[in-house]
Nanobody, 126 residues
Framework: QVQLVESGGGLVQAGGSLRLSCAAS????????MGWFRQAPGKEREFVAA????????YYADSVKGRFTISRDAAKNTVYLQMNSLKPEDTAVYYC???????????????????WGQGTHVTVSS
């Protein structure tokens, strides 16, 4: 059974940084992709970033381009999200997700992911 466990969330001031981690267990990911999504209070879940396991291609939402960086460590089956220059509007629960088929197809669509973590809270104070 696949498990995704996020960590690294917390409270940070605007302009600060956080690094989220997502450790995957239960299988080795060699294809497909890993993504980060977020959901702010009262808002719908939105795509943040994704990375393919094969090739390491990265994708970002326009709202985080230039500030967030997604990376992976295949040996550790772990994906990271480095978040810099954080803004209050980045406040949300951040979810890690895995899609095991389709490669980068619909990579920004949460419906194409078949495994999800429990989420980690990120709060950015102004």
């Amino acid at each position: 059974q696949v498990q995704l466990v996020e960590s690294g969330g917390g409270l940070v001031q605007a302009g600060g940084s956080l690094r989220l981690s997502c450790a995957a267990s239960g299988r080795t990911f060699s294809s497909g992709a890993m993504g980060w999504f977020r959901q702010a209070p009262g808002k719908e879940r939105e795509f943040v970033a994704a990375i393919t396991w094969s090739g390491g291609s990265t994708y970002y939402a326009d709202s985080v381009k230039g500030r967030f960086t997604i990376s992976r460590d295949a040996a550790k089956n772990t994906v990271y999200l480095q978040m810099n220059s954080l803004k209050p509007e980045d406040t949300a629960v951040y979810y890690c997700a895995a899609k095991t088929i389709g490669g980068s197809y619909l990579i920004a669509n949460g419906g194409s992911y078949n495994y999800w973590g429990q989420g980690t809270h990120v709060t950015v104070s102004s």
